[in-house]
């Protein structure tokens, strides 16, 4: 096995661990290179892509990106940190089950070691695929991650509650029936409150990631465990609250002709010191395939 598919695997098993500990972990959503460095340095013990972020940095609102797009910007994420990488794959890239296996092959030969696969349409009047349909392309993803030669953690999400539709009952089933299919995470983002996400983590066995970084919902780390929770991400959030800050600046800068902004942004000595790259991991210390 060479070194980088040696590699490939010590994370794949390091991010498949985190999912069994007795206690929730963060994995926080850089946008590109340069944030998965700073989250790595933080002592994050996993990162995951996210598509909107990447699209707000080029330009384009969410949705906007193309599989190429995605998946370059997660080998650069991957290069950057020695930590394990999940990403997101949207709704697979193509409207067939094989298409959506393609798209789990191309990730992890793009260096990842999950991938999450919503059951959006991308269609503003029909947003979420029959139960069906999104059963299939789950079970296409399951199926090309399990001929892989490291543990590829599929994450299937429901999207009912993203996309509008608040109907717990259905969210429920669909996450149960991907869980049949083989997902080995369970994601429904969006949920309103701690009773939806109680319920969500009741009724189903594997591990549950909810989505946090909404005021909407100010539940912590310790709170979202004692729900259920295994697994938490910030999607975008991180990427908007950058923005934020540069909406602020730009706009003190033109609206009050000062620039005490500057006092909030990291020195620029400690902002070349985070961009340094991380130390590889001891081979001694891999798990053995």
Known sequence: MSQSATDQYRRAVTFHKLHEGPDPFV?????????????????????????????????LPDGSLT?????????????????????????????T?????????????AGLVGGSIEDSTGRADDPVRPLEEAVERVAAA??????????????????NFFQGRPDLPDTIRRLKAYEEAGA???????????????????????????????????????????????RISV?????????????????????LGTFRFGAEAVPYPDANAMMAPARPADPESDPAP
Do not use: K, Q
């Open 184 to 230: 080995d995470v369970l994601y429904a983002p969006a949920l309103p409150d701690a009773d939806a996400i109680r319920a969500v983590c009741s009724s189903v066995e594997r591990p549950v990631n909810v989505l946090m970084g909404s005021p909407a919902l100010p539940l912590t780390v310790a709170e979202l465990g004692a729900l259920g929770v295994r």
């Open 67 to 95: 599989r190429e797009n995605i998946l370059d910007n997660a080998r650069s994420i991957v290069a950057a940190t020695t930590l394990p990488v999940t990403a997101d794959l949207e709704s697979g890239f193509g409207d």
């Open 235 to 255: 999607g975008s959030a991180l990427s908007r609250a950058a923005l934020g800050a540069v909406v602020r600046a730009a706009t003190e800068i033109r609206d």
């Open 142 to 159: 399951v199926a090309a991650a399990r001929e892989l030669d490291f543990p590829f953690t599929v994450t299937a999400r429901a999207e």
């Open 97 to 109: 089950p094989e298409e959506v296996a393609e798209t789990i092959r191309r990730a992890a030969a």
């Open 27 to 59: 994995v926080p959503n850089p946008w590109d290179a340069g944030t998965a460095r700073v989250l790595t340095g933080l002592g994050f013990p996993a990162l995951a892509t996210t598509g909107a972020g990447l699209a707000h940095t080029c330009g």
